[in-house]
Nanobody
Framework: QVQLVESGGGSVQAGGSLRLSCAAS????????MGWYRQAPGKQRELVAA???????NYSDSVKGRFTISRDNAKNTVYLQMNSLKPEDTAVYYC?????????????????WGQGTLITVSA
């Protein structure tokens, strides 16, 4: 079983910064991508940023230039540095891992989610 443990959420005033961490553990065979999604009240979950094998990154237009995603491959950990936060960044942020897991002597597709961490940005 694969677990994703997130940390670093909280409340901050507009213009402030926060850093999220997500550590993956368990029977991970390979990682294709790790990323962060968010879901604001009444809205659908959306991709914020992702880092793909080879360290290619992808960002939502709404966070480009403000957020930076990075990864520590040795620790299976992904980070999201969030600067110049805005009230519209308020949401529950979820870590996601896409790859493969070893289970029962087989390799299965893996699409794992963290429990979510709340970010609240006040004006």
């Amino acid at each position: 079983q694969v677990q994703l443990v997130e940390s670093g959420g909280g409340s901050v005033q507009a213009g402030g910064s926060l850093r999220l961490s997500c550590a993956a553990s368990g029977s991970i065979f390979s990682i294709n991508a790790m990323g962060w999604y968010r879901q604001a009240p009444g809205k659908q979950r959306e991709l914020v940023a992702a880092i793909i094998s080879g360290d290619s990154t992808n960002y939502s237009d709404s966070v480009k230039g403000r957020f930076t995603i990075s990864r520590d491959n040795a620790k299976n950990t992904v980070y999201l540095q969030m600067n110049s936060l805005k009230p519209e960044d308020t949401a529950v942020y979820y870590c996601n891992l896409k790859g493969a897991q070893a289970r029962n002597y087989e390799i299965d597709v893996l699409d794992a989610w963290g429990q979510g961490t709340l970010i609240t940005v006040s004006a």
